[in-house]
């Protein structure tokens, strides 16, 4: 019996936190955050914790709310456009039991769309968030917790181009995630590539405003952009009032991108 009970806290030393970032891969590199702007933050918060699980995180003028493997920022701040008009279509979650999840919603009057089997199939489905943010969930009846962040999708005329960016600049490699050949995996999300028939706006302004990606170094990874010819929207820059070291790119599609080093301490 000593020898269970030792098994299982030693299990559960090792499990990851709930909320925390994934692990880094060998280049100091994780998966981050996503970040929104929402007519009314209070509404999101609760949303987020009631419906997501999440963990809201005040520091200075930032609210977030922490998930696994990734944390939503919100700034208040009505949109521009929803999320679908963008090249940063919707970004999606894994959950353990996505038919109680699907009923708790729309028993609250929020959005369901369409119910389909996925590109790895799973029962998938789509709800519209409140300021049009589009989120697709997948069904995973063994995940260790109810629900968890898994991917981004963008959609773009040029979808093969950006994901080759995205490989080359980050250090990542083609990985199809089940039917969908244009993919890869950061630790702890997927990012995922489709074609679009028409041209999609930039995301700055928008219910997605931009997504992020957090590093153990992030100053020595901003100096190999910089002599790799990268153009910085926001320089490297310290922001002690919310603890965080960040700096703002764009993709040649127009998805801004957050890097940053602190989330993980979130």
């Known amino acids: 019996m000593k020898k269970i009970l030792l098994g299982l806290a030693l299990a559960a030393l090792a499990a990851p936190a709930p909320g925390q970032l994934a692990t880094p891969n060998p280049a100091g590199l994780t998966y981050g955050h996503v970040h929104l702007n929402v007519s009314d933050i209070e509404r999101h918060k609760r949303i987020w914790v009631e419906y997501f699980n999440g963990v809201v995180v005040e520091k200075g003028p930032l609210t977030a709310v922490r998930l696994p493997n990734m944390l939503v920022a919100l700034t208040e701040r009505a949109p521009s456009m929803g999320s679908r008009e963008t090249v940063m279509d919707h970004f999606g979650f894994k959950v353990r039991d996505i038919e109680r999840f699907l009923e708790k919603w729309s028993a609250a009057g ?157």
Not at 115 to 126: D, R, S
Not at 248 to 265: H, M, Q
């Open 110 to 266: 929020y959005e369901v769309g369409r119910v389909f089997t996925g590109a790895e199939g799973q029962t998938n489905a789509y709800v519209m968030l409140p300021d049009e943010v589009y989120v697709e969930l997948q069904e995973d009846q063994s995940l260790h917790v109810e629900i968890m962040g898994y991917h981004m999708h963008f959609l773009t005329p040029g979808h093969e181009g950006l994901l080759e960016w995205y490989t080359e600049v980050f250090g990542l490699e083609v990985r199809p995630r089940g039917s969908i050949a244009t993919t890869t995996n950061t630790p702890g999300m997927n990012l995922s590539f489709g074609a679009s028939e028409q041209e999609r706006h930039a995301t700055e302004g928008a219910a997605i405003d931009h997504i992020g990606f957090e590093f153990e170094d992030l100053e020595a990874f901003c100096k190999q952009l910089e002599a790799r010819g990268i153009e910085f929207d926001v320089p490297y820059r310290e922001i002690p009032s919310i603890e965080l070291k960040t700096a703002l790119i764009t993709d040649p599609a127009g998805v801004r991108i957050e890097l940053t080093e602190g989330y993980d301490e979130y």
